[in-house]
């Protein structure tokens, strides 16, 4: 996540600080913060860009860094995206996703303890220099069944570079 990542219009997505969320006051960073998707029935999350590291190789993984208040039932995330590359070869303004992920992390077994599951990527469909465009949810579906909002302190890409 970066200064270019932007909730969707939902409303049901939203950043604020840590600080707002957590128990005590003393860290505000900044955080996404994603309500319990069974009051909405709705998917929602939010978009950005990454740029492929140079010396990327391959093994693709993002790697969503969350944590929650709530102690029992599972999260469900979905990462959709699209590499771009190429000097003057493909347009940044494309109408589908190339790839999405998914995957079911369980709640933290304390209050707001770090979760940290992995979604590998198909490593071919990026290159080194790639503009990535992608869109990360919290799954509305019968498989999150966390009745609490999920905290997400950064979403991180792990890859080969050797």
């Known amino acids: 996540m970066g200064a270019g990542t932007v909730p969707d219009a939902t409303g049901s997505c939203f950043f604020n600080t840590f600080d707002q969320t957590a128990t005590n006051d003393v860290f505000k960073h900044l955080v996404a913060q994603f309500i319990d998707p069974t009051s909405t029935g709705e998917q929602f999350g939010i978009y950005g860009t990454f740029e ?6 391959g093994t693709a993984v993002i790697i969503p860094r969350w944590t929650s208040s709530a102690t029992t039932g599972n999260a469900r995330f979905e990462f959709s995206y699209r590499a771009i590359g190429g000097d003057d070869a493909e347009s940044l303004d494309q109408t589908t996703f190339q790839e999405t992920v998914i995957v079911t992390d369980a709640a933290p077994s304390a209050a707001f303890e770090r979760n940290t599951p992995s979604m590998a990527l198909t490593s071919g469909n990026l290159a080194a220099g790639d503009t990535v465009e992608w869109y990360f949810t919290r799954k509305a579906d019968g498989n999150d069944t966390i009745a609490a ?11 080969a570079d050797a």
């Open 52 to 57: 492929v590291p140079q010396n990327y190789v």
């Open 149 to 159: 909002a999920v905290t997400l302190h950064d979403l991180g890409f792990s890859y």
